[in-house]
T-cell receptor
Framework: DGGITQSPKYLFRKEGQNVTLSCEQNLNHDAMYWYRQDPGQGLRLIYYSQIVNDFQKGDIAEGYSVSREKKESFPLTVTSAQKNPTAFYLC????????????FGEGSRLTVL | AQRVTQPEKLLSVFKGAPVELKCNYSYSGSPELFWYVQYSRQRLQLLLRHISRESIKGFTADLNKGETSFHLKKPFAQEEDSAMYYCALWGYQKVTFGIGTKLQVIP
């Protein structure tokens, strides 16, 4: 079954802890993206990667980090420096940044207690 | 900078009535505009893109460069159209989304 898999779907974290959200795709897509979705604010781009071992900051990268060691994987770490981490996080991919259709995962909901 | 504005957070229409979801954009280059839809408990998915000039599920959208708009229209709303709709602009290397409009079709 091809697609994008995000895990976990729900995650609770204590303040001061880092947490890593997983995003895996088997679509053989080059480009991957992380968005944050908040009510009334739409989707905001955190980080994106066009190719393995390369990634760029999006509009709200502060307090987040990513890696792209494998084509199929693009994990997002929400660090303790992120001031308001409680949100719904969406991972997406596209065949390449020139092929302009995004495919989305089901999302991960992070709650900081 | 690239920006997408969706002025309505919620749009309620009766079944069979026309629908227009508004989208305006700001971008210095030649934009590519898209509409994405998220039905209840489903993934966000592409609805249509301006370069295709196609009709999907009865929806159409025309890019108006003079008014920098890309409004989504459907002549007769159906209950199954109830969903969250996002306008998106693909600029240089990244996609910017609007805040979304929740369409509620009243039976």
């Amino acid at each position: 079954d091809g697609g994008i898999t995000q895990s976990p779907k729900y995650l609770f974290r204590k303040e001061g802890q880092n947490v890593t959200l997983s995003c895996e795709q088997n679509l053989n897509h080059d480009a991957m993206y992380w968005y944050r979705q908040d009510p009334g604010q739409g989707l905001r781009l955190i980080y994106y990667s066009q190719i393995v071992n390369d990634f760029q900051k999006g509009d709200i990268a502060e307090g987040y980090s990513v890696s792209r060691e494998k084509k199929e994987s693009f994990p997002l770490t929400v660090t303790s420096a992120q001031k308001n981490p409680t949100a719904f996080y969406l991972c997406a991919s596209s065949l390449a940044t020139s092929v302009r259709e995004l495919f989305f995962g089901e999302g991960s909901r992070l709650t900081v207690l | 900078a690239q920006r997408v504005t969706q002025p309505e957070k919620l749009l309620s229409v009766f079944k069979g009535a026309p629908v227009e979801l508004k989208c305006n954009y700001s971008y210095s280059g030649s934009p590519e505009l898209f509409w994405y839809v998220q039905y209840s408990r489903q993934r966000l998915q592409l609805l249509l893109r301006h370069i295709s000039r196609e009709s999907i599920k009865g929806f159409t959208a025309d890019l108006n460069k003079g008014e920098t708009s890309f409004h989504l229209k459907k002549p007769f709303a159906q209950e199954e159209d109830s969903a969250m709709y996002y306008c998106a602009l693909w600029g240089y290397q990244k996609v910017t989304f609007g805040i979304g409009t929740k369409l509620q079709v009243i039976p």
